[in-house]
């Protein structure tokens, strides 16, 4: 009930002066050079001002739970881009208190603000809503993975893992409606995960070794996928081929040497990118060959799944299994009848140790190589560190040998890095060293619409061939589908 002005309650005023109040000393601010001159009623926000982290506090009993890590992620990653809102009296956050936790656990010393004189009343209402907002908020599925696919390293800095990557991927390239709330509404999906709901994927952390059965049930989830057939009265190894293998180097490193008789001497012709479900309908009078980049797609559709050419340009965690299960995957290889290979493309990252760096070379020659000795030819897909000329020399070139026909690499996504004012320029730089070192007669170039455009300005002194990447094919695909829908009247809706 609301006090009236005679309220007993309400505490007698008294006729001496009031006491002078001593106010904390606090930190000196700097401001920042966003300033607002708004006149406009209702317009809270002033100036921006940089202030030592410590001298502002969290909002008191915060019922946001935020994802701190990401978060923590996301400044490293794109620095501070939105200022703290803080109530001026109390200097407590109503906006971003999970951004000045992650601040704090990067180290920060200082932080963004803008102050806001407004009543406790106002600060909860604030705090609430602002909270609440997002989570009223919904997404459009289909922009939300164009944005995710037009960046490199879209896992890096967007609170979005690469499971969920996948799963909105999947889901949008599905003809079906996929429930995606959890990934799209995490706050509205508590669910108590229990060994009998736990699902095994097609992939495995490093740390989470999986069984003979898991793998059996994770290959079973590849629908009506002829890769993923497997001999039934063998453990893997029907051909005895062995995981710890050790292949022949010259390099310092132990970095295997790749066979030069065994590499993939002319393209096959015609030669489009498989793309899942958008490839089924031209899959059906299709005689060509396929790029297959495994662990996106199931082969369910194609004709013939011996013909294609064996890709790995995905997130490394999709092919892990081939460097945990060589030999079972080698035998899978083999039954297929597949002969050709791209080596696997697992990511070095300029931040990242270079041991880090040298073990995903390490990785992809070793499979390389090993898919050479079970009589598969490849194509070594050539990754590297964007303007280090000396990590090419010594770690990445070596072991491939000089005039190998035709060596691949991807260029979907490019950005400016730490020492590259000019990314496309030093890219370019970068493989007309490659082309002079190795010689090759082909660069199989793996890209989309930005690469198409940055490899047509090369002049490389051998042919490049420029491969499509599956994301424009199935972009066509599901606008088509879009097309016909609305065309048809039917209601085009993701969940």
């Given at each position: 009930?609301?006090?009236?002005?005679?309220?007993?309650?309400?505490?007698?005023?008294?006729?001496?002066?009031?006491?002078?109040?001593?106010?904390?000393?606090?930190?000196?601010?700097?401001?920042?050079?966003?300033?607002?001159?708004?006149?406009?009623?209702?317009?809270?926000?002033?100036?921006?001002?940089?202030?030592?982290?410590?001298?502002?506090?969290?909002?008191?009993?915060?019922?946001?739970?935020?994802n701190v890590p990401a978060l923590a992620e996301s400044l490293r990653r794109n620095g501070q881009?939105?200022?703290?809102?803080?109530?001026?009296?109390?200097?407590?956050?109503?906006?971003?208190?999970?951004?000045?936790?992650?601040?704090?656990?990067?180290?920060?010393?200082?932080?963004?603000?803008?102050?806001?004189?407004?009543?406790?009343?106002?600060?909860?209402?604030?705090?609430?809503?602002?909270?609440?907002?997002?989570?009223?908020?919904?997404?459009?599925?289909?922009?939300?993975?164009?944005?995710?696919?037009?960046?490199?390293?879209?896992?890096?800095?967007?609170?979005?893992?690469?499971?969920?990557?996948?799963?909105?991927?999947?889901?949008?390239?599905?003809?079906?409606?996929?429930?995606?709330?959890?990934?799209?509404?995490?706050?509205?999906?508590?669910?108590?995960?229990?060994?009998?709901?736990?699902?095994?994927?097609?992939?495995?952390?490093?740390?989470?070794?999986?069984?003979?059965?898991?793998?059996?049930?994770?290959?079973?989830?590849?629908?009506?996928?002829?890769?993923?057939?497997?001999?039934?009265?063998?453990?893997?190894?029907?051909?005895?081929?062995?995981?710890?293998?050790?292949?022949?180097?010259?390099?310092?490193?132990?970095?295997?040497?790749?066979?030069?008789?065994?590499?993939?001497?002319?393209?096959?012709?015609?030669?489009?990118?498989?793309?899942?479900?958008?490839?089924?309908?031209?899959?059906?009078?299709?005689?060509?060959?396929?790029?297959?980049?495994?662990?996106?797609?199931?082969?369910?559709?194609?004709?013939?799944?011996?013909?294609?050419?064996?890709?790995?340009?995905?997130?490394?965690?999709?092919?892990?299994?081939?460097w945990f299960h060589p030999a079972r995957m080698m035998t899978k290889t083999l039954n297929a009848?597949?002969?050709?290979?791209?080596?696997?493309?697992?990511?070095?990252?300029?931040?990242?140790?270079?041991?880090?760096n040298m073990w995903s070379v390490f990785r992809s020659r070793w499979l390389g190589r090993y898919?050479?000795?079970?009589?598969?030819?490849?194509?070594?897909?050539?990754?590297?560190?964007?303007?280090?000329?000396?990590?090419?020399?010594?770690?990445?070139?070596?072991?491939?040998?000089?005039?190998?026909?035709?060596?691949?690499?991807?260029?979907?996504?490019?950005?400016?890095?730490?020492?590259?004012?000019?990314?496309?320029?030093?890219?370019?730089?970068?493989?007309?060293?490659?082309?002079?070192?190795?010689?090759?007669?082909?660069?199989?170039?793996?890209?989309?619409?930005?690469?198409?455009?940055?490899?047509?300005?090369?002049?490389?002194?051998?042919?490049?061939?420029?491969?499509?990447?599956?994301?424009?094919?199935?972009?066509?695909?599901?606008?088509?589908?879009?097309?016909?829908?609305?065309?048809?009247?039917?209601?085009?809706?993701?969940?």
């Amino acid at each position: 009930m609301s006090k009236s002005p005679t309220s007993t309650n309400e505490k007698p005023q008294s006729s001496e002066p009031p006491k002078k109040k001593l106010r904390k000393k606090l930190p000196a601010q700097r401001t920042a050079s966003a300033t607002s001159t708004a006149t406009t009623p209702g317009i809270l926000v002033d100036r921006i001002e940089v202030v030592p982290i410590d001298s502002i506090r969290p909002y008191p009993g915060n019922p946001r739970r935020g994802n701190v890590p990401a978060l923590a992620e996301s400044l490293r990653r794109n620095g501070q881009y939105r200022a703290l809102v803080v109530q001026k009296s109390t200097r407590y956050i109503l906006g971003g208190n999970h951004t000045w936790q992650g601040a704090k656990a990067g180290n920060w010393p200082e932080i963004a603000v803008t102050f806001i004189d407004v009543s406790d009343e106002q600060a909860a209402r604030i705090v609430l809503v602002d909270n609440r907002s997002s989570d009223l908020a919904g997404y459009d599925p289909e922009l939300l993975a164009d944005i995710l696919g037009a960046i490199p390293d879209p896992n890096i800095g967007t609170g979005y893992s690469s499971e969920d990557i996948a799963a909105i991927t999947r889901a949008v390239a599905s003809t079906e409606p996929m429930d995606l709330s959890s990934i799209l509404h995490p706050i509205n999906a508590v669910v108590k995960e229990t060994d009998e709901d736990r699902k095994p994927t097609r992939t495995f952390d490093m740390d989470d070794e999986p069984t003979d059965e898991e793998m059996a049930q994770a290959y079973k989830e590849i629908e009506e996928d002829a890769f993923g057939e497997a001999p039934e009265d063998t453990d893997g190894s029907a051909f005895d081929l062995k995981d710890d293998v050790t292949f022949s180097s010259t390099t310092p490193w132990g970095i295997p040497d790749l066979r030069l008789d065994m590499m993939v001497d002319v393209l096959p012709d015609p030669l489009d990118t498989w793309a899942g479900t958008a490839s089924k309908e031209k899959a059906e009078t299709y005689e060509g060959y396929w790029l297959y980049n495994y662990g996106i797609d199931s082969t369910s559709g194609m004709k013939d799944a011996s013909r294609i050419i064996l890709a790995f340009y995905a997130w490394d965690e999709w092919f892990l299994n081939w460097w945990f299960h060589p030999a079972r995957m080698m035998t899978k290889t083999l039954n297929a009848g597949i002969e050709y290979a791209i080596t696997p493309n697992f990511s070095q990252i300029s931040s990242m140790p270079a041991v880090v760096n040298m073990w995903s070379v390490f990785r992809s020659r070793w499979l390389g190589r090993y898919f050479q000795e079970i009589g598969v030819k490849v194509i070594p897909d050539v990754d590297w560190i964007l303007g280090d000329r000396k990590w090419l020399d010594e770690i990445v070139l070596p072991g491939i040998p000089v005039g190998t026909p035709i060596i691949s690499i991807q260029v979907q996504n490019y950005e400016k890095e730490s020492g590259s004012r000019d990314p496309a320029k030093q890219i370019t730089q970068d493989v007309e060293h490659i082309v002079d070192v190795l010689q090759p007669e082909t660069v199989f170039v793996y890209a989309g619409k930005p690469g198409k455009a940055l490899l047509d300005t090369w002049n490389l002194p051998c042919e490049v061939h420029y491969q499509a990447n599956r994301l424009i094919d199935l972009g066509q695909y599901r606008a088509k589908l879009k097309k016909n829908k609305e065309e048809s009247g039917e209601r085009v809706r993701i969940k």
